[in-house]
């Protein structure tokens, strides 16, 4: 299938040009995830955001221009959009008109596998779609085909705002029923110590479930590969321990998703013990972290005992660089590892079996 070409338009204060330099690397990441090539950046620097435009509408119309002369799909903002923003830059620009939350959906529901995940995406395409056509009746028409379209719910884009709400409604009926089937299985797995992979995405948690369980999941460089949860047993000094994977987190995760993957996210609140998976190779890893927090937070899992892997030693410029990140953590819950190469794997389940030896000292659970 012939790839997409984009123009992405970000909007920097001057005293955050390197933190927007870094969300635009990152969106175009995520548009060659989509299928999407990038074929020019464009970064306004002012200081307010424009209240109709978004950009301004002379800047809009020089955008216009640009997508024209390019030759382009779409125009992509590095933001989330008003409904009022995507309206009136419709009026001006040729091409779809998306912004950074239309861009992850549309992964979401590229990668999308079992039924639950589906429903989950086709719910947060819905709602966020709605809140659309609340504003504009004609956002939808516009958008024609492509990336911004696919998904479960992709042949309902003409459907009106009722029978979209009634849509919803369903779909919200059925995950309840998964999230029984999921409440029960987590019954019978609460005698088991639980391990939660939790991370920014594209970390290496797949990697390392492998590593960890001798499981073959998919393992790709490529953002959010997994979107599925995934639980399974590994052995650790004799005690067995199930593992499992989750959804990657990412910047500015739409409210949407994190509504709609509720009952996977809730795997990490239910654990004993998060694995927060670094990968440690990335110069501003730091911020991952960061996001990865207020993730937890958002979701209600910001109090759980944590240990934090440092993942991809083996990506680092030199062993000095190790050697100093190790001392800059130093007393602190952290283990590094080379998840690929089996590098501190052993050290890692030897800090999982002292979290299993605490938990086991505690009361069993009843009921």
């Given amino acids: 299938m012939e790839r997409e070409r984009a123009i992405v338009v970000a909007v920097a204060r001057p005293d955050a040009l390197a933190e927007v330099q870094r969300s635009v690397d990152e969106l175009v990441e995520l548009l060659d995830t989509a299928g999407v090539d990038v074929v020019d950046i464009v970064v306004q620097k002012r200081r307010k955001i424009d209240p109709a435009y978004y950009i301004g509408k002379g800047k809009a119309k020089e955008i216009a221009e640009l997508a024209r002369q390019l030759d382009v799909d779409a125009v992509v903002f590095d933001a989330r959009l008003s409904p009022k923003h995507v309206r009136n830059l419709s009026s001006i620009i040729p091409v779809k008109v998306l912004d950074r939350v239309d861009v992850i959906l549309d992964i979401f529901a590229q990668h999308a596998g079992s039924a639950e995940a589906k429903i989950q995406v086709e719910l947060a395409q819905l709602q966020h779609r709605l809140a659309r056509l609340r504003v504009d009746p004609g956002a939808l028409s516009r958008l024609g085909g492509g990336i911004g379209t696919r998904g479960p719910g992709e042949t309902k884009l003409e459907i009106d705002r009722r029978r979209i709400q009634a849509r919803?409604?369903?779909?919200?009926?059925?995950?309840?029923?998964?999230?029984?089937?999921?409440?029960?299985?987590?019954?019978?797995?609460?005698?088991?110590?639980?391990?939660?992979?939790?991370?920014?995405?594209?970390?290496?948690?797949?990697?390392?479930?492998?590593?960890?369980?001798?499981?073959?999941?998919?393992?790709?460089?490529?953002?959010?590969?997994?979107?599925?949860?995934?639980?399974?047993?590994?052995?650790?000094?004799?005690?067995?321990?199930?593992?499992?994977?989750?959804?990657?987190?990412?910047?500015?995760?739409?409210?949407?998703?994190?509504?709609?993957?509720?009952?996977?996210?809730?795997?990490?609140?239910?654990?004993?013990?998060?694995?927060?998976?670094?990968?440690?190779?990335?110069?501003?890893?730091?911020?991952?972290?960061?996001?990865?927090?207020?993730?937890?937070?958002?979701?209600?899992?910001?109090?759980?005992?944590?240990?934090?892997?440092?993942?991809?030693?083996?990506?680092?410029?030199?062993?000095?660089?190790?050697?100093?990140?190790?001392?800059?953590?130093?007393?602190?819950?952290?283990?590094?590892?080379?998840?690929?190469?089996g590098e501190g794997i052993e050290d890692l389940k030897e800090k999982i079996y002292e979290y299993y030896v605490r938990w086991k000292e505690q009361p069993a659970p009843t009921g």
């Fill in 168 to 341: 919803i409604n369903h779909l919200k009926k059925k995950l309840k029923k998964v999230e029984k089937v999921r409440q029960q299985k987590t019954k019978q797995q609460r005698y088991f110590f639980r391990v939660a992979l939790v991370g920014y995405t594209s970390a290496g948690k797949s990697t390392l479930m492998n590593r960890l369980t001798k499981s073959r999941f998919k393992e790709s460089p490529r953002l959010f590969t997994t979107l599925d949860t995934f639980t399974r047993a590994a052995w650790i000094k004799g005690a067995t321990v199930l593992i499992s994977d989750t959804v990657g987190f990412i910047s500015n995760l739409p409210t949407e998703l994190v509504a709609a993957f509720r009952s996977t996210l809730m795997v990490a609140n239910e654990a004993d013990l998060l694995l927060v998976v670094v990968d440690v190779s990335k110069p501003d890893f730091e911020r991952d972290i960061e996001v990865v927090e207020r993730t937890l937070r958002r979701i209600g899992a910001g109090n759980k005992p944590k240990v934090y892997v440092f993942n991809k030693i083996d990506l680092l410029p030199s062993r000095y660089m190790l050697e100093r990140l190790k001392d800059r953590y130093a007393g602190e819950e952290v283990v590094f590892v080379s998840a690929k190469t």
